[in-house]
């Protein structure tokens, strides 16, 4: 298999590292059969990639044999983000048009059993690609590889990628940025998960500012990004995640 080094570009702060292990918790409390998930977001830039892979790299600490997808096949930054590679690597996009097999795209990184797929070039039928059989065909094929698959999809508050995803997948995590994002918003695109029956697992609040209220603190060397926090119950995020939903949280 090929190899590619994901060259690490944040460090994270004590309580960072520790909300992604509670997540990582939550995702291996949330059964067996819960082992493919799509992480979406209402927008761009709440957190998604940072999220799928450090919740990747947290689930291969813990000895699960992951895959992460990047099917963020829009405007993915994967590559550039977290690789030194100079020249564009073919990925799911690639896979899916049929202008690569899986051996072509499929890699493995230098974290312990963490593989990667990359998005690939930009193509102009996203939706098309990600709704098809073979997109399926290959979920369902690679779920039996792995135990447990991440796929960083679009934000599904702009385009319907997430929601076509989700369609073939186990469950979704909603990443939600602080003060950023309306409830309104928040639930329709819960909503939007809802109708595509995917199981929705929980929800992470993301880019909490740490210098607002007792709650959050000052800690933390990334200024305005906070800790992973969490609202809804992962496996139960359903009704009870409305009524979970502080004030604060609704404009
Ligand atoms: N909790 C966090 N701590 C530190 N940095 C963060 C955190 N969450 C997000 N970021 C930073 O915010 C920026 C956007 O994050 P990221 O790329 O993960 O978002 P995204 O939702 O995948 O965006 P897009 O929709 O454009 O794909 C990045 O520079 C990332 O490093
Ligand atoms: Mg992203």
């Keep these: ?38 992480i979406t977001s209402c927008l761009n830039n709440e957190g ?14 813990a000895g699960k044999k992951v895959l992460m997808i990047d099917a963020d096949l829009r405007k993915s ?8 590679s100079t020249k564009s690597i073919r990925g799911l996009s690639e896979y899916l048009s049929s202008q690569a097999n899986i051996d072509d795209v499929l890699y493995e990184t230098n974290t312990d059993g963490l593989h990667i797929i990359f998005a690939g070039a930009v193509p102009p039928n ?14 369902r094929q ?9 796929v960083d999809a679009s934000p599904l508050g702009l385009v319907i990628d997430a929601s076509v995803i989700s369609a073939v997948c186990d469950g979704a995590v909603l990443i939600v940025a602080a003060n950023e994002i309306s409830y309104k918003f928040a639930l329709e695109v819960k909503e939007q998960l809802e109708r ?21 603190g000052k800690y933390g060397k990334y200024g305005k990004y906070g800790k992973y926090a969490k609202y809804g119950t992962y496996g139960s ?13 609704k404009k």
Aim: net charge neutral; charged share 30%; with cysteine.
């Design 126 to 139: 996203p939706v098309e690609l990600l709704g098809s059989k073979k997109f399926e065909d290959f979920i």
């Design 48 to 61: 998604k990639s940072t999220i799928s892979l450090e919740l990747s790299k947290s689930l291969a600490a």
């Design 1 to 38: 298999m090929k190899k590619i080094e994901l060259v690490e570009r944040e460090k994270f702060n004590y309580h960072t590292r520790e909300a992604f292990k509670a997540l990582r918790t939550n995702l291996l409390f949330s059964g067996s059969d819960v082992k493919t998930v799509v």
């Design 196 to 216: 595509a029956n995917c199981k929705i697992l929980g929800a992470v609040l993301n880019r909490v500012p740490m210098n607002q209220g007792a709650a959050y």
């Design 142 to 150: 690679i779920r039996e590889l792995y135990d447990y698959v991440i």
């Design 77 to 84: 930054v994967l590559v550039t983000r977290y690789t030194e």
């Design 237 to 249: 995020y359903g009704q009870e995640a409305e009524a979970d939903v502080s004030e604060s949280d």
